[in-house]
């Protein structure tokens, strides 16, 4: 099928418009470079899952094939200016099962989490994911663990069976507790999941705080800049005798740890900028203190999710 000589011209038209106008957004709409810039940042992630799917498909489903996803994806904070400082890496259990969890910001949570993964850990993530194409497949070839969180009974379940894997396989899993992204510059409340799972399995929580991105990228602002975000290893809380009773008692205990550590990497000039000083932010001064946790109970059979 030929084309007729107008449609051509029409063609060299659009192009040439096209050509005029993306510089043009680029450089005088903010909101336009915003898209841009997460247009490429998820276009970027599905063709980088393209390329990792065969390399990983040799093995097959394995956590070790995290170790390529994470290789192919630590170069992308330098295709946007942005500095990840970790800090507290020396906290990470050396030979042994742990859970970690994170606070969970964006889709650029993906940045701090490949600068910190721990060997042989995988995250768990929402049962969507496997439906987003390549990356969808590049996850589950990687070992990522996939829950409905629809399904309170298959969700259970499924954590009743990660719990086994954590021992027998020597497997880390990271989870954001949060549940959802959280974009207001503080931490939602925990949901409890995660702390059933190390109480279940008796491993240790290792909390990790990633500064607020508020300074450099904000999605109700619609603003993607270059800047700097401090990713906060904080030391191991044990389980080891803990019950399902003392797991509210835990949750909070964590997350308290965790919110502290956020509002100071967050206000210090370092990790996030001073966002959290701002009219409207939280002041670090008044935040009302959790009271620590409570007795351990003794040991008990191994419990149940279902508790």
Known sequence: MELWPGAWMLLLLLFLLLLFLLPTLWFCSPSAKYFFKMAFYNGWILFLAVLAIPVCAVRGRNVENMKILRLMLLHIKYLYGIRVEVRGAHHFPPSQPYVVVSNHQS?????????????RCVPIAKRELLWAGSAGLACWLAGVIFIDRKRTGDAISVMSEVAQTLLTQDVRVWVFPEGTRNHNGSMLPFKRGAFHLAVQAQVPIVPIVMSSYQDFY?????????????VRVLPPVPTEGLTPDD?????????????????????????????????????VDTAPLLPPLGPIHGLLPPCSLHS
């Open 107 to 119: 889709s650029l949570d993906l940045l701090g989490m490949m600068e910190v993964l721990p060997g």
């Open 247 to 283: 797991v509210p008692a835990l949750a909070d205990r964590v997350r308290h740890s965790m919110l502290t550590v956020f509002r100071e990497i967050s206000t210090d000039g370092r990790g996030g900028g001073d966002y959290l000083k701002k009219p409207g932010g939280v002041n």
């Open 218 to 230: 904000c999605k109700k602002e619609r603003r993607f800049t270059s800047g700097q975000c401090q």
